[in-house]
């Protein structure tokens, strides 16, 4: 596999520190992520190696035996990270195929972050494939997007065989509306919030309930952020309840309640 040539586009490489700790701490809360010499692939690093370079620091610290490995198209971004290699965090070249080390053989975590925007929609189940083939049998694809600084982001979390969930996480401190993700959604979502898909209707009930909770700001956003998706459990939208990662303005609901029509 590693002889053969990547399968994608060189993205503009944006990347900056602490992008994307927001979903490294989703991905450091699965349990996976115990398990002994678990492999997570960072693919599509960017021009900076810092992402692999955080999410290995992040995750070494639950698990000492975590295996990054971060995966670029571009040689001169491999060569970038090999600069910087060491025990625990290495670096290949590669696309939506997913290489993988000698001796190696699937993944327990892929983050594709930022990848897929640029593509068009029609090629996204194609990526989503090419990269669940690559799965553990109980590995997880995180394939999301966020805003330069890591305020506003969104993610899809598949399985090997069909998307899970779908999850968004926010910086409460400067929200104005949770609709703000708009522009961050996944490319699989990000052409369908308009109304009649599910996404939009998604968006919308919870643009009500930050909305109708406004009092609660006086309180901090914090609380009126555990309101809202309180009121989004109530009105029956399959939210995971779970309040500790709500308070990190993060709220996941089923994929199929999202999932484009």
Known sequence: MANKKPVGTITRGTTNPNRLRRVDRFIAAAPIVRKPQCVVVD???????ITAIELQDRLSKINSSIRVIGIEIDRERVQRGIE?????LSFMLGGFETPLPAGITSADVI???NVLRQYDE???AAAWAQMQGRLSPDGLLIEGTCDEIGRLSSWVTLGREAPKTFTISLHLGTLETPSQVAERLPKALIHRNVAGEKIHEYLVALDKAWAKNSPLSSFGAVQRWLATCEDMARLQWPIAVNRKRWRLGELTVDWAAVAPK
Not at 84 to 88: A, N, S, T
């Open 43 to 49: 693919l599509g690093f960017g021009a900076s190696p």
């Open 111 to 113: 983050r594709a972050f």
């Open 84 to 88: 910087v290699q060491r025990p625990g």
């Open 122 to 124: 029609s090629e996204v």
